[in-house]
């Protein structure tokens, strides 16, 4: 039985002014049957870790270097992040695609060095509106899993989110077939490539414009085991009934 999962990704949002809104959360979430992660941005991942302590609300990491350590200005290893408290880390999500020029096999070193030092990761792959309306979606999304999960993933240590790059910010998103066409293509690679216990064990979070509003019907799609949740995952009260939906 795959565990559910709420994922909040606060991008590059939040200083210490939104740590009571976690704290909320925190309260609210202290004993809850689903696993709720918020990963906030790296400079307040410690301060978060904190306020989360001795709730069932866990704190991630939105990126980390593929290296130990080394001459990287600006970035954070895997062992940093969880050093701060973190339990997960994103990691090849659309806009560090976009905006780092991330490629698969980046993200997959990325992979590695979370779960190295015991992170969860939790892989991003989608396609673009222009990839969907040339039925090239599961070509896409097979090439995206292929090259950036790697071999030594676990039922434990990987999560996959598929999040269409469309969808992200958007308010668009896509219909509960396509949605689950896509999750029951990932879940069949999976055990492909992995196994049975690997590929049914593995949790699947879909991404993209997740609301209160349409949470259920989402979840209620086969293989959606959660969500990873961008604009709503800011405020407690908009977090909190899409946790309830799971
Ligand atoms: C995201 O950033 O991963 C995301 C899904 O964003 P939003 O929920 O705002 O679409």
Redesign the pocket.
């Known amino acids: 039985m795959r565990q559910k999962l709420a994922a909040g ?1 606060w ?1 590059m949002n939040g200083t210490s002014a939104m740590l009571p809104e976690l704290k909320a959360l925190a309260e609210a979430y202290g004993t809850a049957g689903v696993e709720v992660l918020i990963c906030p941005p790296a400079a307040l991942l410690h301060r978060a870790a904190v306020v989360v302590s001795d709730s069932a609300v866990a704190v991630g990491g939105q990126d980390c270097h593929a290296a130990v350590s080394g001459a990287h200005t600006g970035d954070n290893s895997a062992e940093m992040l969880k050093d701060a408290g973190a339990s997960a880390v994103i990691l090849g ?1 659309s ?1 560090r695609r976009t905006d780092h020029s991330e490629r698969d096999a980046a993200v997959c070193a990325k992979a590695e060095a979370a779960m190295a030092v015991g992170l969860t990761a939790i892989v ?1 792959l989608g396609e673009s509106l222009q990839q969907r309306e040339a039925g090239e979606t599961l070509t896409v999304i097979g090439a995206q899993l292929q090259g950036s999960v790697p071999d030594g993933s676990t039922a434990d240590n990987l999560v996959i989110a598929y ?1 269409p790059i469309w ?4 308010g668009k998103v896509p219909t509960l077939e396509q949605i689950g066409e896509v999750h029951g293509f990932l879940r069949a690679q999976l055990v492909a490539r992995f196994g049975d216990e690997l590929g049914t064990g593995v949790r699947l979070l879909y ?4 609301k209160p509003g349409n949470a259920a019907e989402i979840f209620a799609v086969e293989d959606v085991d959660g969500a ?5 995952s800011l405020k407690a009260a908009d977090f909190a009934p899409i946790i309830a939906a799971l």
């Open positions: 990704n991008k999500h806009e991003c999040e969808a992200i910010g958007t991404g993209g414009s997740v990873l949740v961008g604009g709503a």
